[in-house]
């Protein structure tokens, strides 16, 4: 007897280490995406099979009939394309451009159109060069020391910030709206030192917008690498009288008719709440666009996959968006919220991931204090796996126009300090992609997805006035 007795004091006080029904579906779906994952073969397909997905490109339709023809294949509850209009802007023959620091002695440079811009003059363009450090720096200089040149903007991305994407954000404007502004004062035409923290000869597009200049007043825009930045800037110096010669040949199109693609698990218990997880589909056309967004489409893919792989039964309705567009218009998420509200769907969470397939950290958080509160009380869940960020932030820009008050918007952060090598360039290709990293994220990705079902968001309280 007392044998037994001290045996269940003993018991008693011993810490019970079985594990809890959170970490083991968590384990199962960590477990399923690194043995059994799907979103490498599924990248690989878009990256190497099809391409470069810039709207309104026959790349973009494969791209479209091939993630569905996935989807379907996964035996979801529905799957469905969401028809939305989106522009048509083709780069058409490579870019050339050089320094002539005299007559007859000329220097190439990497250079690429921003996307959206007009061409050059058929024969190019070639004027004199100045040297800005961004769109304040117009004002200070006035129409007379600018008209009839090239601007040339060289702020670089802040090395200092180890948030990279603060970095981009500080010298994007440049890139934006750098053409609408410096023609306002006579420029012939601007050249953007490419959105790059090293130092290499890949020139960054990305989306440009001239507001409301006429069509006739349009100048052309180009990216330059950071390795032609840096020769420009170090020429200019020595001689300020160089000249500049670049030629484009792009052409904007009349709108096309492109998708959305969806999927949806229906919920067994709250089927008209409705979770969201999603990437774009588009990427830019000088690469084949795996980081950015093949990576966040395909781990999207894998997210409902792995729930169903792993037995998970969701209360809520889970859907994947692949959005088209959002590299040039974002179209594609503003018609997803748009169709939303004409419905009365009922929207209560949405994850992003548009960051890259790099080693996932954590997740940026637009909720309120008490739904951040909730998912940073699940971090112990999630410290096996590394991943330790959970903050407030951006969840992302095709999920944004769903915005509503009591909403939670997430992005997935990966390791960004890679990131912006291959942002929008040539060399974003699948090489670059680490198999293990990308079912990493996946997993986290649905790992948050899960707790976010199974416990719920907690309602925004409204306070009177």
């Known amino acids: 007897m007392r044998t037994i007795l001290l045996l269940a004091c003993l018991l008693a006080t011993t810490p019970f280490f079985a594990q809890s029904e959170d970490e083991k579906q968590i384990r199962s779906i960590y477990d399923a995406a690194l043995t059994d994952g799907k979103a ?32 379907d294949s996964l035996g979801l509850d529905r799957v469905w394309l969401q028809p939305v209009m989106v522009p048509k802007w083709v780069r058409g023959t490579p870019e050339f451009a050089y320094i ?31 040297e800005v450090k961004g769109i304040e720096d117009l004002e200070k200089l006035g129409k007379d020391k600018i008209e009839g040149k090239i601007v040339f903007y060289n702020r670089p991305m802040e090395p200092t910030q180890i948030n990279t994407f603060a970095s981009y954000s500080g010298c994007v404007d440049q890139r934006y709206s750098g053409a609408a502004e410096a023609g306002k004062y006579g420029a012939l035409g601007v050249i953007v030192r490419s959105m790059n923290l090293r130092l290499d000869n890949y020139p960054h597009t990305g989306s440009m917008s001239y507001g409301d200049t006429p069509v006739e007043n349009r100048i052309p825009a ?9 020769l420009l800037s170090t020429t200019l110096k020595l001689n300020p009288e160089i000249k500049f010669y670049f030629k484009q040949s792009c052409k904007q199109y009349p709108d096309v008719e492109s998708y959305n693609v969806i999927g949806e698990i229906r919920g067994t218990t709250y089927p008209n709440e409705i979770m969201v997880v999603g990437g774009h589909l588009d990427s830019w056309d000088l690469g084949d666009g795996s980081h950015d967004d093949g990576a966040g489409c395909v781990q999207s893919m894998d997210v409902l996959r792995l729930l169903k792989e792993t037995g998970y039964k969701p209360k809520r309705t889970l859907r994947v968006v692949l959005f088209m567009n959002e590299e040039n218009g974002l179209r ?35 909720c ?6 909730q998912v940073q009380s699940w971090a112990p869940l999630f410290e096996p796996y590394l991943i330790h960020m959970f903050v407030k932030g951006g969840g992302g820009a095709d999920i944004g126009p769903l915005k509503d008050e009591g909403l939670v918007l997430a992005g997935l952060r990966p390791d960004s300090q890679r990131y912006f090598d291959h942002h929008h360039a040539e060399n974003d290709t699948f090489e670059h992609v680490n198999k293990r990293e990308l079912e990493l994220g996946a997993a986290t990705m649905a790992s948050l997805v899960y707790l976010m079902d199974k416990y719920g968001t907690i309602p925004t309280t409204k306070i009177k006035g």
């Open 100 to 130: 002539e620091t005299k007559p007859g002695l000329t220097t190439n440079v990497p250079i690429c159109a921003l996307g959206g811009s007009v061409a050059t003059p058929d024969v190019g363009l070639k004027a004199s060069v100045i």
């Open 40 to 71: 490498y073969d599924w990248l690989n397909h878009l990256s190497n099979q099809i391409g470069g997905r810039l709207s309104g490109s026959v790349q973009a339709q494969q791209a479209v009939d091939y993630t569905k023809s996935q989807l």
């Open 222 to 230: 180009a990216a330059i690498s950071t390795k032609g930045a840096e």
């Open 368 to 373: 309120s204090d008490e739904n951040l509160k």
């Open 332 to 366: 594609g998420g503003n018609k997803y919220a748009e169709v939303a509200r004409s419905k009365n769907e009922k929207h209560v969470f949405a994850l992003e991931s548009d960051s890259g397939g790099f080693t996932p950290r954590g997740f940026s958080f637009d």
